[in-house]
C-alpha cells in the first residue's frame, strides 16, 4: 500500500443543492458544491486541494490552449436502493487515464491522487448524486498541460482535476447512423486508443455534416478502404450477428478500450453468446443482414450506457433494425442498469463503495 495522499479540504460555505432540483436534469451542465485540484510542478504532485467548485485563473499563453495536451475520463456514479453510494468500475478508468497520459506525454497520475481523491470528492458530494431513473452523477478527471509559455514540446507543469456533474440521460432516442467514408477518426500509431480532447475536436466537423443530412452520428471507418468499422461517435459499437456478438478489435489500437465495452462483453457472454473482437467491415453486415441474421446493432459508453441503433446507412444502402422488437441490447441495458443501482447481483465487484 502506498501512503495516502494529503488532500486538503476547503468547504463550501453554502451548498447550492438547495437551488436544484435533482430530477429531469439535463446531461453535463450543473456541477457540485466541489472539485478536486492539483498541480505538477518539478516532477511532483502538490497543492491537492478539494475545494468549492470555482473558475480557474488562467494565462493566455497557457500550453494546452495551443498544442492540446489534454486528457480526460468519464465514470459514473450512482445510489443503490439503500441510500449508499458507489461508483461503477472507477480503477479501469484510473489505469486507461495513465494509458492516456502516456500516449500524450503527460505525467502519470498517482494512484492515490486519482482514486483516494475521487472517493473522497463523491463521498462530500454524496448528496448530489441523483436517483431518478436513467441519472447518475457523472465524475470528470481531467488533465491539462500548464505551462505559461508558446513553444512545441511536453509541458514541465500540468494540472488535474475532478469535478462532479449530476445528471440525467445522455442521448435516449434510437440513433441513425451515417457511415462515414470520407473523414477519419483514428489511424493505427495515432491516439486513438487515448482519451485525449483533441479526437474529439477533429470529429465534430464529420459529425456536423452527417447531422446535417438527418443522422445522429457517424460510424468511422478505417482511413484506408473504409471498410472496417471503427466506433460508432464516441460510442464503442456492437452487432448481434446470428448468436454472435461482434465488436471491433482493440488490436490497431484506433478503438478507445471502453469500461462498458468491456462490461458488455462479459454481460453478452453470460447471456450465451459468442462475443468476437474481430475486425469487421460494412460489407460483412451487409452480407448479414441480407441473410436475415444482422438482428441488432448498439453503442456503448459511459454517457449513453447503450444506445440502440435503429438505422444504418452506406452509400445508397440502407439498414434498419425493429428496435422495439429487440432482445439483448435492452436487456443488456437493463441489466447494467440494474447491477449499478443495486438491483442484481454485483457478482464481478463492479461497484466500488464510496
Ligand atoms: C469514452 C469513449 C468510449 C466509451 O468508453 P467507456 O469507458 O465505456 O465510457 C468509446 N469511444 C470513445 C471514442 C470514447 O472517448
Known amino acids: 500500500m502506498v501512503a495516502a495522499m494529503d488532500i486538503s479540504i476547503r468547504k463550501a460555505e453554502r451548498s447550492k443543492l438547495q ?72 480503477y479501469d478508468n484510473f489505469k486507461r487515464f495513465n494509458i492516456s497520459a502516456e500516449r500524450m506525454a503527460m505525467p502519470a497520475v498517482p494512484e492515490e491522487l486519482f482514486m ?40 514541465e507543469n500540468y494540472k488535474f482535476m475532478i469535478i462532479l456533474s449530476p445528471s440525467g440521460p445522455y442521448y435516449s432516442a434510437p440513433m441513425r447512423i451515417y457511415v462515414e467514408e470520407k473523414y477519419v477518426r483514428a489511424v493505427t500509431g495515432g491516439v486513438g486508443y487515448a482519451k485525449a480532447a483533441g479526437n474529439y475536436g477533429a470529429a465534430m466537423y464529420a459529425t456536423a455534416e452527417a447531422k446535417k443530412k438527418g443522422y445522429d452520428q457517424v ?6 478502404e473504409h471498410k472496417y468499422v471503427q466506433e460508432c461517435g464516441t460510442m464503442n459499437v456492437f452487432f448481434i450477428i446470428g448468436n454472435t ?15 462498458t465495452r468491456l462490461s458488455a462483453i462479459t454481460l453478452l457472454q453470460e447471456m450465451g453468446f459468442t462475443v468476437e473482437e474481430k475486425n469487421i467491415s460494412i460489407d460483412d453486415l451487409i ?25 444504418l446507412r452506406y452509400k445508397d444502402f440502407v439498414m434498419q433494425f425493429d428496435v422495439d422488437h429487440w432482445r439483448t441490447a435492452p436487456a443488456l441495458k437493463q441489466w447494467l442498469t440494474d447491477i449499478r443501482t443495486g438491483h442484481k447481483e454485483d457478482k464481478y465487484n463492479w461497484m466500488q463503495k464510496v
Do not use: C
Open 19 to 90: 437551488d436544484l432540483n435533482l430530477e429531469n436534469l439535463p446531461f453535463g451542465k450543473f456541477f457540485s458544491d466541489h472539485m478536486l485540484e492539483a498541480d505538477y510542478e518539478n516532477g511532483e504532485w502538490k497543492n491537492i486541494e478539494i475545494k468549492p467548485y470555482q473558475p480557474l485563473l488562467l494565462s493566455p499563453s497557457l500550453a494546452a490552449l495551443h498544442y492540446g495536451q489534454a486528457i480526460f475520463e468519464g465514470i459514473k456514479a450512482y445510489k443503490d436502493k439503500n441510500g449508499e453510494a458507489f461508483i461503477f468500475r472507477p
Open 219 to 224: 460510424l468511422w471507418t478505417d482511413p484506408f
Open 287 to 311: 452480407d448479414a443482414y441480407k441473410a436475415g441474421i444482422f438482428y441488432e446493432a448498439f453503442g456503448t459508453g459511459t454517457a449513453a450506457t447503450i444506445s440502440f441503433i435503429k438505422e
Open 116 to 155: 483516494d481523491g475521487m472517493l473522497q470528492l463523491v463521498g462530500l458530494d454524496r448528496n448530489w448524486i441523483p436517483t431518478q431513473q436513467d441519472h447518475s452523477m457523472y465524475i470528470r478527471p481531467f488533465m491539462f498541460s500548464s505551462d505559461e509559455m508558446i513553444g512545441v514540446r511536453p509541458s
Open 245 to 259: 456478438a461482434i465488436t471491433p478489435s482493440l488490436e490497431p489500437g484506433t478503438i478507445l478500450p471502453g469500461v
